[in-house]
């Protein structure tokens, strides 16, 4: 019960400084479960490692499929699964599965980087969701160029990285035309 209470305490802290609607942010999460579902009861990804980010209904597909066949099936499920999602970046590598070794490594990258999120005051930790796939770090938000610029400066100090990527979007203005930043 004390663990459930300060999920939910830090849950409710992180959503209240979250840029997006308490709706935007139900949408992502729903949007986030039903990607993971149907990508765990497809069997023609049994042989594929696949992980999202949403972030404002824009969607992030990182991980490793076993050929380019797996690799557009995934990107054209994912497509039909919604009408709201407003970009799709497959970042999906065709190679053989990482290790679990080398996802915990990922692992301990994207932390690294949220505690270095914490200790900095020109965004706040929430407006940046970070995900680490085979070194590269993926920076997803709603944040100014300067937060985006600022976010990409810290996440890079982080032991390990070979590359920041940033498909963000910014406060104020449209999703950039290229997924890329």
């Known amino acids: 019960p004390i663990v459930q209470g300060a999920a939910a305490v830090t ?22 479960i039903d990607l993971g579902n149907l990508v765990a009861k497809d069997p023609m990804l049994e042989d594929a490692h696949i992980n999202f980010n949403i972030y404002n209904q824009a969607v992030l597909i990182t991980g490793e499929a076993p050929n380019d066949n797996v690799k557009d099936y995934l990107e054209s499920i994912v497509k039909s699964k919604s009408a709201k999602i407003s970009q799709l970046i497959n970042e999906v590598e065709v190679m053989p599965k990482s290790s679990y070794i080398d996802r915990a490594k990922d692992g301990v990258i994207t932390v690294q980087i949220e505690t270095l999120f914490l200790d900095q005051e020109v965004f706040h930790p929430s407006h940046v969701s970070v995900l680490t796939e085979r070194k590269v770090v993926y920076l997803m938000g709603s944040v100014t160029k300067r937060e985006a610029e600022h976010a990409t400066n810290v996440a890079s100090k982080a032991k390990n990285v070979k590359k920041v990527v940033k498909p963000v979007s910014y406060t104020h203005l449209t999703l950039p035309t290229t997924p890329y930043v």
């Open 11 to 32: 849950t409710v802290a992180t959503m209240s400084n979250d840029r997006r609607t308490m709706g935007e942010i139900l949408d992502d999460k729903t949007l986030y």
